[in-house]
């Protein structure tokens, strides 16, 4: 009588455990009340909050300028702090990209966080130790957002031309206009940086190391 040959790729989806093995519960003993050993501080940090924008808001001037006029439009024409950002993407892309694709990705990507790092220990806990790849996603992806507003907000000059610290606005719109990378370049080096993303994302959710595989040849993408 034939058997069937045992399988050598194996991969583990889950572990299920009979009711009553699972850790066992704290003691009560360990336990403390939410209030007030949790909500009396996150109130004192509510109070210190108020406070400091209380403060703040008597000490320092909002940064208003005057009325609209549509006979005097300056230039540049900045939005508020949070939204320079999105206002600094429309030099790298069309409007319909940076208004509206990206935003709904990035909204998109910080959901998906949770299901790219597929770490089960310590579920609910997000330190940069045991969450690295959650932790790398999100950090990067702040650093980069905070780094385009600052660059709207102190190194864009009339025209929204770039202007450097103690650059005059006259040298600034001197600069000559932006070129363009070639299609036949620039549609490769797309598709490249795309599929790099998109291979990080199928080897970590879906396991998948290799997209074409030539062993023959010793090529492996």
């Known amino acids: 009588m034939e058997t069937e040959p045992e399988a050598t790729d194996q991969r583990t989806l ?43 808001s008597v000490v320092f001037d909002a940064p208003l300028e005057d009325p609209a006029d549509p006979m005097h439009t300056p230039n540049p024409a900045k939005a508020p702090w949070y939204f320079v950002g999105l206002q600094e993407l429309l030099v790298y892309f069309d409007p319909w990209l940076a208004g509206v694709a990206l935003p709904i990705l990035i909204t998109i990507g910080l959901c998906l966080i949770p299901y790219l790092d597929p ?4 579920q609910g806990v997000y330190t940069v130790r045991r969450r690295p790849l959650a932790s790398a996603i999100f950090i990067v992806g702040v650093v980069g957002w905070f780094a385009l507003i600052a660059i709207g907000m102190w190194f864009r000059g009339p025209g929204w031309t770039w202007v450097w610290p103690g650059q005059t606005a006259v040298l600034a719109e001197s600069a000559g206009a932006a070129r363009n990378v070639p299609n036949l370049v620039g549609v490769p080096l797309l598709l490249a940086m795309v599929g790099t993303l998109l291979k990080i994302v199928l080897r970590l959710v879906f396991d ?14």
């Open 208 to 221: 998948i190391q290799y997209v074409v595989s030539f062993d023959r040849f010793g090529l492996n993408i």
């Open 14 to 56: 889950g572990t299920v455990r009979p009711p009553g093995s699972g850790a066992p519960p704290v003691p009560r003993a360990k336990m403390v009340t939410v209030w007030p050993h949790l909500l009396f501080p996150e109130l004192l940090a509510a109070l210190g909050l108020v406070i400091v924008l209380t403060v703040a």
């Open 119 to 122: 770490t089960r220990n310590d």
